[in-house]
C-alpha cells in the first residue's frame, strides 16, 4: 500500500470502526505535486476545496456522536426526512429546493458494500469526491446542501433503507 490514507480504509485495519468526518475540513490539501499527485489533479480536486480557517472552534454535543446517540439521531431524522422526487435529475441545479429547517432523502441503487456506481454518478453531479466510495456509513451518506441536511440511501444494501 502505497500511501496512508488508503492503508487507513483497508478493512484489516478498521477492524470495523469509523472515524468521525466533521461538516467542514479543518484540512486542506496544498500539495500539487509528488507519488500520487499532479497540479492537474491538484486543482480540479482540491483547489476549490472548502475548509475551516478559525483557530479556535468551539466542538459541541460531543456525546451524540457515541454510536447508540448517533444511530437514534440519524433513524429521527430519516424517520422525518421527504423523499426526493425521482423525475429530478441530481445534476439539476434545482434539484433540492431553497429551503431552510427540511430534511431530504435520496434513494440511490447500491446492490452490496462495493457497489458504488451509482454513487458516483450523484457525487460527480454534486460535485463533491467522486473518485472512489467512501465517507459512508452502513451504505448512507449524510451532507448538508442549501443549509439542509441530505441522506443519500443505497438501496437495497443500507439497513437505513428499511428505516
Known amino acids: 500500500m502505497w500511501d496512508w490514507d488508503m492503508w487507513m480504509r483497508l478493512e484489516d485495519v478498521r477492524r470495523g470502526r469509523e472515524c468521525i468526518v466533521p461538516d467542514v475540513s479543518r484540512t486542506y490539501h496544498f500539495?500539487?505535486?509528488?507519488?500520487n499527485m499532479n497540479s492537474y489533479f491538484?486543482?480540479?480536486?482540491?483547489?476549490?476545496?472548502?475548509?475551516?480557517?478559525?483557530?479556535?472552534v468551539e466542538l459541541r454535543d460531543l456525546d451524540s456522536l457515541r454510536r447508540e446517540a448517533y444511530e437514534a439521531m440519524l433513524h429521527e431524522m430519516l424517520q422525518r426526512g421527504e423523499v426526493q422526487n425521482d423525475t429530478y435529475n441530481p445534476c439539476d441545479e434545482?434539484?433540492?429546493?431553497?429551503?431552510?429547517?427540511h430534511i431530504y432523502l435520496l434513494f440511490i441503487q447500491m446492490l452490496h458494500g462495493k457497489d458504488f456506481s451509482t454513487?458516483?454518478?450523484?457525487?460527480?453531479?454534486?460535485?463533491?469526491?467522486?473518485?472512489?466510495?467512501?465517507?459512508?456509513?452502513?451504505?448512507?451518506?449524510?451532507?448538508?446542501?442549501?443549509?439542509?441536511?441530505?441522506?443519500?440511501?443505497?438501496?437495497?444494501?443500507?439497513?437505513?433503507?428499511?428505516?
Not at 491538484?42 to 479556535?56: C, E, G, R, V
Not at 434545482?94 to 429547517?101: A, D, K, S, W
Not at 472512489?132 to 443500507?158: A, C, Q, T, V
Request: aromatic share 20%; charged share 15%; glycine share 10%.
Open 94 to 101: 434545482n434539484f433540492l429546493p431553497r429551503t431552510t429547517g
Open 119 to 163: 454513487w458516483l454518478q450523484v457525487a460527480r453531479c454534486l460535485q463533491i469526491w467522486d473518485l472512489d466510495g467512501r465517507g459512508y456509513h452502513h451504505g448512507m451518506w449524510r451532507l448538508n446542501i442549501k443549509s439542509n441536511p441530505f441522506f443519500i440511501i443505497g438501496y437495497p444494501y443500507s439497513p437505513y433503507a428499511y428505516v
Open 42 to 56: 491538484q486543482d480540479i480536486y482540491f483547489k476549490k476545496h472548502s475548509f475551516n480557517t478559525l483557530q479556535y
Open 31 to 35: 500539495g500539487s505535486s509528488g507519488l
